[in-house]
């Protein structure tokens, strides 16, 4: 064990024992650009308390830190608020050195561990409201079904006054400190937009319905503590909480999003047009070229948007694949309240533009301006016409409620 990985005081009787991952860049398809932390916390008390472990490669990481706070072999009891690998591949290896260890988790997540880990597991399972006295302090239990998850929940510890929200309001980003008034605004942000874009859309109906079922918890939180990125402390807190609830209601606003790649830069030079057009109905735009970006960044950008226009040119019968590769991400995540139209150019066949559109309306996205297609090199005319495209798409959003 190392001398000088050291755990990092949280409050009197709880400290961060995770691990910092400099290095990865991808994440269930997410580009994480500035690596990630997996948190673990060591709660301090009659009964040693270990909220969470980490990523199977990084158990020295998180045994050294431990170590510096307590002997690991002391740990009482282990709560696993998040079944995913990140936050449980370590797990196996912590109960062989604390091995009078209890572990708890959901009636999911008990199911969940013993299908990753081993069917003869002992978990003890905790119930939606129910608490687990620690000594001095009591960890209250609440579900959070599918955020992201099945196994999901929060643990709230009373005596310390602070919420372990597993993957809730946390952040791919990897950093040398670990509270959030510690980082720039902005790049505060763009990652946990990116985090909620990428990580959390799909459920943001069930988001919505946390936020208004905590303030009836009465839970006095002093430190917001996700599994990954820095902790959340004073103004933070509802920062975060509102921050959440705004991007949980999708509400569309006047920006537009085009998106594309290109074979022979003829789709692109429509998609510059088709910006042209947005951007003469009034609308902020973002162009992004799948050449030099990447889907969790169309994701990121496409929250906060109201409008989505997608050009491909079409290879052998199909979408380009970076363009079917984005909207099967795309339609995995169900981005809401957008409308969309779709274009590109092609050579003999040109089925690309229609089978946008298909993808488009299995995300329940309207269309309502005609596709734009194009063979071959766009003449000015047909530029005109990605021009107009662009303008119509903006006037229809500016007719809807945003």
Not at 92 to 106: D, E, H, R, Y
Not at 161 to 171: C, T
Not at 189 to 208: D, G, M, R
Not at 352 to 378: C, H, S
């Amino acid at each position: 064990m190392s001398d000088f990985l050291k755990a990092v005081k949280v409050t009197e009787n709880v400290y961060w024992v995770g691990a910092i991952d400099w290095n990865v860049r991808n994440f269930h398809g997410y580009s994480t650009t500035f690596g990630t932390t997996y948190n673990a916390f060591l709660v301090i008390d009659e009964k040693i308390t270990l909220i969470d472990t980490v990523k199977a490669p990084f158990f020295d990481e998180m045994m050294a830190r431990i170590s510096s706070v307590i002997e690991p072999e002391k740990i009482d009891y282990i709560v696993s608020n998040h079944a995913e690998m990140d936050h449980s591949g370590a797990l196996i290896s912590t109960l062989k050195v604390a091995k009078n260890a209890q572990l708890f988790a959901s009636n999911l997540g008990e199911k969940a561990l013993k299908a990753q880990l081993g069917a003869d597991l002992p978990v003890t399972v905790v119930a939606n409201g129910s608490k687990l006295n620690l000594g001095k302090g009591n960890l209250h239990f609440v579900e959070t079904k599918m955020l992201h998850w099945p196994d999901s929940m929060f643990s709230y510890l009373d005596s310390e006054k602070v919420l372990f929200s597993q993957d809730a309001f946390g952040m791919h980003m990897a950093g040398s400190k670990r509270w959030h008034d510690e980082y720039s605004g902005y790049m505060l942000k763009t990652e946990a937009t990116k985090y909620f874009a990428n990580i959390l859309l799909l459920q943001a109906p069930k988001i919505i319905d946390l936020l208004n079922t905590l303030p009836g918890l009465n839970l006095d939180i002093k430190v917001l503590a996700p599994d990954h990125g820095p902790m959340w402390r004073n103004d933070g807190i509802a920062y975060v909480l509102n921050l959440y609830r705004e991007l949980a209601e999708q509400k569309p606003t006047r920006k537009a999003v085009v998106v594309y790649d290109t074979m022979w830069h003829a789709t692109e030079t429509m998609a510059k047009s088709v910006a042209d057009g947005l951007m003469a109905g009034g609308l902020d735009v973002t162009v992004i070229n799948m050449q030099v970006s990447d889907r969790s960044w169309v994701m990121t950008q496409l929250l906060t948007a109201g409008v989505i226009a997608v050009g491909s040119p079409t290879l052998n019968n199909n979408l380009f694949p970076s363009i079917a590769d984005l909207l099967t991400y795309m339609r995995g995540l169900k981005p809401q309240n957008l409308i969309g139209g779709a274009f590109g150019a092609f050579g003999w066949s040109g089925e690309a533009v229609k089978q946008i559109g298909e993808y488009l309306t299995a995300m329940n996205i309207p269309q309502p301006v005609a596709p734009v297609r194009v063979k071959y090199v766009p003449t000015a005319a047909d530029l005109t016409a990605c021009f107009e495209f662009g303008k119509s798409l903006a006037a229809n959003l500016n007719s809807a409620a945003c």
